[in-house]
């Protein structure tokens, strides 16, 4: 870095702790700035001590909103006498957050560069889940934060160019990425049948989609050709489902969510609905996985060079059918594994977009 930044993340939700993509990218994040200058400010609902991280209780969503003022004026203290402050605000929640903060800063911190670090693009997002007063008005706060601020970033290439179609604006490259583990290590779940792996809380909707199709449609095609795999879920204490062939292994600690995707035939995806680049795909290209997806799973990611195990199904039928013929695929292999822990290695990735702004 040519300046010596002052840097500051902003989070409106908890990412200590990480309990999801969206707060393992913003917390990773965080942690890979290669600076002793920072700090992270978020808003949970429960207490959490770490060290360079201000807690904010916020239980609600209208203490979350009161809180953004203290988080500002906590902004405002931190950035005060210092040269080249940096903010970075975490888009992983509604952009009207953003907007309020922004809006109380904005002139109390002239010398202060501003960051958005879009995990997705929200209006497009909003489109699909929300109503049309909410969409129009994500939209225009999305707008106005990406022509305000200093730098708003993509995460692929493909946000890279809706963004500029939507709001004409030429956004950053930040690609999603995650701390890769040493591979070798991680010991593998072995159990005495073949199984596919499904990850996600089933609280975010897109995921709950997902499984509802994996369980409903695609595994009754799986099972009546090949009765003995079984599908193993992760991410949720409980799930209201009671199929015979499939076991749910609860929410677990990033170490055994690798032991089962390490341990797993295959890692499968049949989202519809996805927005970005999922941190559960990352993961399973990092291990060298082959991996049984819908298009919309694969958005974001390098699925196009040589390396790639990636199987795209367009139906429930082709979907089981690729499960079916890959289930003794290699469970690790390390010419893919090796390629894609370089190019989603959230330290490098971190590194050269903090050297670049």
Excluded at 58 to 65: C, E, F, H, N, Y
Excluded at 158 to 168: H, P
Excluded at 221 to 241: A, D, E, R
Aim: aromatic share 14%.
């Amino acid at each position: 870095m040519k300046k010596k930044y002052n840097f500051i993340v902003i989070n409106f939700f908890r990412v200590t702790n990480p309990y999801s993509g969206a707060s393992e990218i913003s917390y990773n994040f965080f942690k890979n700035i290669p600076s002793k200058n920072k700090k992270l400010i978020q808003l949970s609902n429960i207490k959490q001590k770490e060290n360079k991280v201000e807690t904010l209780i916020a239980s609600s969503k209208l203490k979350k909103i009161l809180r953004i003022f203290e988080m500002a004026k906590l902004t405002e203290m931190y950035c005060k006498n210092k040269k080249y402050p940096v903010i970075i605000i975490e888009g992983a929640s509604w952009v009207g957050y953003t907007f309020l903060f922004y809006f109380i800063l904005k002139k109390k911190l002239k010398n202060a560069k501003f960051i958005y670090h879009s995990h997705n693009i929200e209006y497009l997002l909003r489109k699909q889940k929300n109503n049309y007063f909410i969409s129009i008005l994500t939209k225009y706060f999305e707008n106005y934060i990406g022509k305000k601020f200093d730098i708003f970033t993509s995460v692929s290439n493909v946000d890279k160019k809706k963004i500029k179609e939507i709001y004409d604006i030429k956004s950053e490259l930040l690609p999603n990425g995650i701390n890769t583990p040493n591979i070798s290590r991680i010991k593998k779940i072995k159990l005495k049948f073949n199984y596919i792996f499904f990850c996600g809380s089933i609280e975010y909707m897109p995921n709950k989609e997902a499984l509802d199709i994996l369980i409903n449609k695609i595994m009754p095609l799986v099972i009546k050709k090949n009765p003995k795999i079984k599908l193993v879920v992760s991410g949720n204490k409980k799930i209201p489902y009671k199929q015979r062939n499939l076991i749910n292994v609860g929410f677990v600690s990033k170490i055994k969510f690798y032991s089962y995707l390490k341990g797993a035939s295959l890692f499968v995806n049949p989202m519809k609905t996805a927005f970005g680049s999922q941190v559960k795909m990352i993961s399973a290209l990092v291990f060298g996985k082959t991996i049984i997806a819908s298009k919309k799973a694969t958005l974001g990611l390098d699925t196009k060079n040589k390396f790639n195990k990636i199987f795209v199904a367009n139906d429930h039928k082709e979907f089981a059918r690729l499960i079916i013929k890959n289930i003794y695929s290699k469970k690790t292999n390390q010419i893919n594994s090796r390629f894609y822990r370089n190019k989603y290695s959230f330290e490098n990735i971190t590194k050269n977009f903090i050297k670049n702004i």
